[in-house]
């Protein structure tokens, strides 16, 4: 990529190919809604080889149910992104739009916590990376020892059942409107 503003619009038509959901904001392209789900079962084929002792080998090929869509499963959430003049040299700012109840996310304004994005972030990413990978792993796996909602940490790492079903209350809430 020789810029940029060339990579930006890269990463912004390959989000949109993927399928999601993206509501521009004002006339540019650094700032923009997308409609994020949350994490869902979902089925893998893996594969293992099996050696004998005679060093000859068995491909046995498994599906593998996860069932790790976790208490944010089945949740939908509007994502403010806004990607920096310097993108994909920085990172961009990521913020959910409507409630989450998370202990790295900001319960007034949104704003997440993820080192990934913050911290890491390297030009190697792109944009479906941070609604494949980054996010996908923020809800799967919170950080109580890092939070920015200090009540859904304490909570989550004290009874985390009531934190689950808390989470699974504040998803029934949820109210996006794209255009």
Request: charged letters at 20%; proline letters at 7%.
């Amino acid at each position: 990529m020789s810029s940029p503003s060339k990579r930006r619009e890269m990463d912004l038509m390959k989000l949109m190919m993927s399928d999601y959901k993206v509501e521009m904001i004002n006339d540019g392209m650094q700032e923009f809604y997308v409609e994020f789900h949350g994490p869902k079962d979902s089925t893998i084929l893996t594969t293992l080889f099996i050696f004998s002792p005679l060093f000859t080998a068995v491909l046995i090929y498994m599906l593998v149910n996860l069932s790790r869509g976790g208490p944010y499963q089945g949740g939908v959430w509007k994502i403010r992104v806004e990607l920096p003049d310097a993108y994909p040299y920085k990172s961009p700012s990521i913020g959910f739009i409507n409630k989450i109840y998370h202990p790295n996310v900001d319960e007034m304004s949104g704003s997440v916590c993820l080192d990934v994005i913050n911290q890491t972030w390297s030009p190697m990413f792109d944009l479906v990376n941070v609604f494949e990978v980054f996010l996908p792993q923020l809800l799967l796996y919170p950080n109580p020892s890092d939070p920015l909602n200090g009540e859904a940490a304490a909570l989550m790492m004290r009874d985390r059942s009531t934190y689950d079903l808390r989470v699974k209350g504040s998803l029934s809430v949820t109210d996006i409107k794209f255009v």
